[in-house]
């Protein structure tokens, strides 16, 4: 399959079925058909058949073309924020910059100087679910803030934080690495306040029981119901990050909230454990305990979906309601690089080994 039919397919896709998003420059060449065209058939078929349909015939069209001119790509499009956004579009990281490290010296002529950013849908108030693209590596790290609005607003500026961090500390996104950071992911809930309410989507809905493994139709936050939506991926948002997450295939998926103050993987039933690995390595680095949720049944929840379509994802749940736990989360991420870029053979690239070291150096 040659890049140029994958970028075919990005275009289609989109006048297909995605014709109001704007999408990014996606490495094409990182997409497993394979395994898109499965994760559509199983996951987003009985739900949007005829959205489904679309891209069904746009991949078979792709496949069997083999075309070879080629086609523009999207150019992005950078959010321009407005006195009708209330949702920051550029990190506001409170109290001024984001923490600094020590500087590490590590030329990487091909990180772009700052970030790009995308829409990747609209919300039901029509906000957009903006991300930032650091990096332009092959694996492919998104962290996603913010999925439960306002009420955890810490996860939105732990996301922000990072964004400034690695904006000004860009050789700290190892060569290899595309680090794509979603900072709101329920933009309603965000602008909608700061209380319990604010967890949830304009329609009242959980957006963390919206999605496809074990979608019940009752659904709980500890022993109070919750409303999961009318069915598996009924919200713009959770769709938007559905399609994000097949069109990109990411390496791994981060979803930050609070506040439990611990790691836990996604997992689908036996036939779809957690990532065992990302568990012990994110623990490992960032000292929360990697644990298996049990406080109470969830269902409908993002990570699980993940863990089914094969992506391995986790939940990270910061220490309080408050505090975003800057540091330790970053040498999380940072961990999470060093294990795609450089496995276990740290001393392949001393200059990367220079950046993943500190992490080593504060377990
Ligand atoms: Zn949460």
Not at 4 to 22: H, K, P, Q, Y
Not at 100 to 120: D, G, K
Request: glycine letters at 8%; a negative charge; one cysteine or more.
């Amino acid at each position: 399959m040659p890049g140029e039919s994958l970028e075919v397919l990005g275009a289609i896709l989109e006048s297909f079925a995605l014709n109001d998003r704007n999408w990014p420059e996606i490495p094409f060449a990182k997409l497993d058909l394979t395994k898109l065209v499965r994760a559509l058939i199983v996951q987003v078929m009985p739900n949007y058949a005829k959205i489904t349909m679309g891209l069904f015939a746009a991949l078979m069209t792709a496949c069997s073309q083999q075309v070879s001119s080629p086609i523009a790509v999207h150019t992005l499009t950078v959010p321009v924020a407005s006195a009708e956004t209330p949702v920051p579009l550029f990190p506001e990281a409170t109290g001024g910059a984001a923490p600094t490290r020590s500087p590490v010296t590590m030329p990487s002529p091909t990180i772009p100087a700052s970030p790009e950013s995308f829409s990747i849908g609209d919300s039901l108030e029509n906000r957009p679910i903006i991300a930032w693209r650091i990096g332009t590596g092959e694996h492919i790290i998104v962290l996603v803030g913010g999925i439960h609005g306002g009420y955890e607003w810490n996860s939105v500026n732990l996301l922000n934080e990072l964004l400034v961090y690695f904006t000004e500390n860009a050789a700290e996104v190892l060569p290899g690495i595309q680090l794509i950071l979603i900072p709101v992911a329920n933009p309603d809930g965000y602008a909608s306040g700061r209380d319990f309410a604010a967890r949830f989507n304009a329609a009242g809905v959980d957006l963390n029981r919206n999605w496809g493994c074990d979608w019940a139709e009752t659904a709980f936050i500890w022993d109070i119901p919750i409303d999961p939506g009318d069915g598996p991926f009924s919200e713009p948002e959770t769709q938007a990050l559905q399609a994000f997450f097949l069109l990109v295939q990411p390496d791994a998926v981060i979803f930050y909230h609070s506040m439990q103050g611990a790691v836990f993987m996604g997992d689908c039933g036996p036939k779809h454990p957690p990532a065992a690995w990302m568990g012990d390595l994110l623990a490992t680095a960032t000292g929360y305990p990697y644990e298996e949720f049990s406080i109470y049944p969830v269902t409908g929840d993002a990570s699980n979906w993940l863990a089914q379509v094969g992506i391995p994802a986790a939940t990270i749940e910061l220490s309080t309601r408050e505090q975003t736990d800057f540091t330790i989360n970053l040498d999380g991420v940072i961990a999470l690089q060093c294990h795609f870029v450089l496995g276990d053979d740290y001393d392949a690239d001393p200059a990367a080994w220079q950046v993943c070291n500190k992490v080593v150096n504060d377990e």
